[in-house]
């Protein structure tokens, strides 16, 4: 049996990758998994830099709980909009999210209404809020994206570099074969590969590296919200980078959403902090 999934570069073959597993009659999708324990992460993270900070963990905890759902819900809103054809055939697909289709973006939007909420409630700055669950939001966003490798999606066009991925023809959806991408089959011991760029583990990488960069300046940091917003601008020119790579970017009049609204973000970012830190400088003098 040929391998489901190869990295020639690296000379890593994965021999049989399955999507999910049964386990007493039911079907769980590792997507799913991946997910949960993506959420679990980002809680964990979360409650402990808010113990650090001197503040109460509990509160996070009952904030994050309604908060996931809310992003969850604001995540797959956000795919279902910009992807309705996928949709439009069959509307209750929306509810089945064990196939994918959750676009962080929309996750995020949800998470800051419900910021704005906690912090009207708690009396907690909303910047010292989303301070706090920056590092284990990015935290969970690097363990999410290995559900698009599960489920051989969210990669890009073809490439022959270090980390080319070759993923067996039969097992890639519709959906991720754009006919205006650079796309190219390769044949291995008979079997049909498509080869592209992973970009689920660039972003995943990048997301990390985000991570640590967040858990180091944090002590740095001159105003509440500012890691949150260095947040934003480092995960919003990766994923513009990245996104730029990928065969199913989400499209409006052309344009590659992800990819703008990351820029945008990028340049909110750093146009914000320098704001913010020269009005901060100018009252110290």
């Given at each position: 049996?040929?391998?489901?999934?190869?990295?020639?570069?690296?000379?890593?073959?994965?021999?049989?990758?399955?999507?999910?597993?049964?386990?007493?009659?039911?079907?769980?999708?590792?997507?799913?998994?991946?997910?949960?324990?993506?959420?679990?992460?980002?809680?964990?993270?979360?409650?402990?830099?808010?113990?650090?900070?001197?503040?109460?963990?509990?509160?996070?905890?009952?904030?994050?709980?309604?908060?996931?759902?809310?992003?969850?819900?604001?995540?797959?809103?956000?795919?279902?909009?910009?992807?309705?054809?996928?949709?439009?055939?069959?509307?209750?697909?929306?509810?089945?999210?064990?196939?994918?289709?959750?676009?962080?973006?929309g996750?995020?939007?949800?998470?800051?209404?419900?910021?704005?909420?906690?912090?009207?409630?708690?009396?907690?700055?909303?910047?010292?809020?989303?301070?706090?669950?920056?590092?284990?939001?990015?935290?969970?966003?690097?363990?999410?994206?290995?559900?698009?490798?599960?489920?051989?999606?969210?990669?890009?066009?073809?490439?022959?570099?270090?980390?080319?991925?070759?993923?067996?023809?039969?097992?890639?959806?519709?959906?991720?074969?754009?006919?205006?991408?650079?796309?190219?089959?390769?044949?291995?011991?008979?079997?049909?590969?498509?080869?592209?760029?992973?970009?689920?583990?660039?972003?995943?990488?990048?997301?990390?590296?985000?991570?640590?960069?967040?858990?180091?300046?944090r002590?740095?940091?001159?105003?509440?919200?500012?890691l949150?917003?260095?947040?934003?601008?480092?995960?919003?020119?990766?994923?513009?980078?990245?996104?730029?790579?990928?065969?199913?970017?989400?499209?409006?009049?052309?344009?590659?959403?992800?990819?703008?609204?990351?820029?945008?973000?990028?340049?909110?970012?750093?146009?914000?902090?320098?704001?913010?830190?020269?009005?901060?400088?100018?009252?110290?003098?």
């Open positions: 049996m040929q391998p489901d999934i190869r990295f020639p570069g690296l000379g890593i073959e994965i021999q049989h990758l399955s999507k999910g597993f049964d386990i007493f009659g039911f079907h769980i999708a590792w997507y799913g998994v991946l997910i949960a324990v993506a959420m679990f992460t980002g809680v964990m993270i979360t409650g402990r830099l808010a113990r650090k900070t001197g503040q109460k963990p509990e509160a996070y905890y009952d904030f994050l709980l309604g908060a996931i759902i809310v992003a969850v819900i604001g995540a797959r809103l956000y795919y279902v909009l910009f992807s309705w054809s996928e949709f439009s055939d069959n509307p209750l697909r929306i509810f089945n999210l064990r196939t994918g289709g959750l676009a962080i973006y996750g995020i939007i949800g998470g800051v209404l419900m910021a704005i909420r906690f912090s009207k409630k708690s009396g907690i700055s909303f910047g010292r809020i989303v301070d706090t669950c920056a590092p284990g939001i990015i935290a969970g966003q690097a363990i999410g994206r290995w559900g698009n490798f599960i489920n051989r999606e969210a990669f890009g066009g073809y490439t022959d570099n270090l980390f080319a991925m070759q993923i067996k023809y039969t097992d890639v959806t519709q959906g991720n074969l754009n006919p205006g991408a650079s796309l190219q089959t390769v044949i291995h011991e008979g079997v049909q590969y498509l080869q592209v760029h992973p970009t689920f583990l660039y972003e995943s990488i990048w997301n990390v590296f985000i991570l640590v960069l967040l858990l180091v300046l002590k740095r940091m001159k105003f509440d919200g500012e949150f917003c260095l947040y934003l601008g480092g995960y919003g020119i990766g994923r513009f980078i990245i996104e730029g790579l990928r065969t199913d970017q989400l499209r409006i009049f052309g344009v590659a959403v992800s990819q703008a609204l990351g820029l945008m973000l990028f340049i909110f970012a750093v146009v914000y902090i320098f704001i913010r830190r020269r009005r901060a400088a100018s009252e110290t003098l």
